[in-house]
């Protein structure tokens, strides 16, 4: 699976994007995903998750009520609609996915195997 991320930007506090994850290959229904996000000098941290087929979705508490993760299966996609934003979400937002993720799991990188290469969101104040 090859991951491809997108939609990210310049926006003023407050403000929204949609992001995008356009995945490759087959089956991708069966696939869990997850978007992550780094600033410059700290660690990457999870923002929230989508589980395969049935699709629970998953968010830190950081971005709860803020953000919208979903998919479109038929499109090989999952969004992540970001609302409010503030400054302090500023950060390469990546995107990543996993055919073989339990849900305790999802907040992990490292239990996922595949990885877009990131989208730059800046919020400025």
């Known amino acids: 699976v090859q991951l491809q991320a997108s939609g990210g930007g310049l926006v003023q506090a407050g403000g929204s994007l949609r992001l995008s994850c356009a995945a490759s290959?087959?089956?991708?229904?069966?696939?869990?995903v997850g978007w992550f996000r780094q600033a410059l000098g700290k660690e990457r941290q999870f923002v929230a998750a989508?589980?395969?087929?049935?699709?629970?979705?998953y968010y830190a508490d950081s971005v709860k009520g803020r953000y919208t993760i979903s998919r479109d299966n038929a499109k090989n996609t999952v969004y992540l609609q970001v609302n409010s934003l503030k400054p302090e979400d500023t950060a390469v937002y990546y995107c990543?996915?996993?055919?073989?993720?339990?849900?305790?799991?999802?907040?992990?990188?490292?239990?996922?195997?595949?990885w877009g290469q990131g989208t730059l969101v800046t919020v400025s104040s």
């Open positions: 290959g087959r089956d991708f229904r069966s696939y869990s």
């Open positions: 989508i589980k395969s087929n049935g699709g629970r979705t």
């Open positions: 990543a996915a996993s055919s073989r993720i339990i849900t305790s799991s999802l907040g992990m990188a490292d239990q996922y195997y595949y």
